[in-house]
């Protein structure tokens, strides 16, 4: 025998089905419902957002729609233990949306009864993860990054303390060299973890590594507003830390009155290959500058490491007044892709 509803029972019912539809309309999530044969029932306000799809293209459409090709086997697992009576815990996938793009999304499926207690469809909830995943990915690319660059870090200080050696008769000399260097490679990679391993500037790396020298005054820069693979970086960052090593030591910054002058510079080379050159020129007032033949770890740096690590040739030239240190190296191999400008503005430090 069947019982009739009262009206208000009928009124609270009718109250409560408004209260749920308006909450599922109002929900930043997707809510989907189906039946067993996998066809859409309902599309709330999220999902036409989601999926591009409005609620009358999608209502009556299979839910494979959604789905890209290699992935329409989930449809049947998910029906399956629907139809069995259990429901499908969050995992992630991807969907289609009506455009052909991909999404990522995290799904959780639940079995819908009626009102005997049958099980007559299911009501699917997807959550766009596109930003969590992608910055999944980057975490992965800057993991990998940051354990490449470690790896030819200790290279780099094993050959640091391996070449330092050769040239340091005296253990404190060593250790203050050995000190010194590694901590101009820490500035450099601070650089590259400030920009999260996307480069820098040019100006700030060579402003980073003559700063421990003082003497700003005299120290000018100029040429245009580059960004720096984080390889140019690092070499380029040693190269700066023994020129100015050098100077305050025994160059135009060691001697009252000397100038440093490093201007750069992008140009087409005749195989129309952009090519960049750098210049530091030193000169010195008064006092002669000291020259010596002894091949030290810095002119190892200059004349070797820094130009062959960068695919080009340099040029190292000292006299009683100065010292010029040439790179030349092609653009490729020292700008971040697209970010290299030809044209950019003068500094003066």
Known sequence: MLMRKSGGQER??????????????????????????????????????????????????????????????????????????????????TRRRKDGSLIAVSLTVSPIRNRYDEIVGASTIARDISAAKESERRIRLLMREVNHRVKNQFAVILSMVRETSKRSADPGE??????????????????LVTSEWAGASLFDLIQEHLKPFGHEERISLSGPLLTLQSNAVQNLGMAFHELGTNSSKYGALAAGGGRVEITWKVE???????????????????????????????TVVLQRVAPQSLS???????????????????????????LGAENGSDFNG
């Open 268 to 298: 087409t080379g005749p195989d129309a290959q952009r090519r960049f050159h750098l210049l530091w020129h030193e000169t010195s007032a008064g006092a002669a500058q000291k020259t010596t033949e002894r091949k030290g770890f810095g």
């Open 174 to 191: 060593f250790e203050e060299l050995i000190r010194s260097r590694i901590m101009a490679l820490s500035r450099s990679h601070d650089l």
């Open 12 to 93: 609270e019912d009718a109250n409560a089905d408004a209260r749920l539809a308006a909450i599922v309309d109002s929900s930043y999530d997707a809510i989907i419902s189906k039946d067993l044969q996998s066809v859409i029932v309902s599309w709330n306000h999220a999902a036409e957002r989601m999926f591009g799809f409005s609620a009358e293209e999608a209502v009556g459409q299979s839910i494979l729609m959604l789905m890209p090709e290699h992935l329409r086997s989930e449809e049947n697992d998910i029906i399956g233990r629907i139809r069995r009576g259990e429901g499908v815990a969050s995992f992630d996938t």
């Open 312 to 338: 080009g040739s340099s040029s190292l030239e000292r006299s009683p007044d100065g010292m010029k240190w040439e790179l030349d190296a092609p653009l490729e191999a020292i700008v971040v892709p697209q």
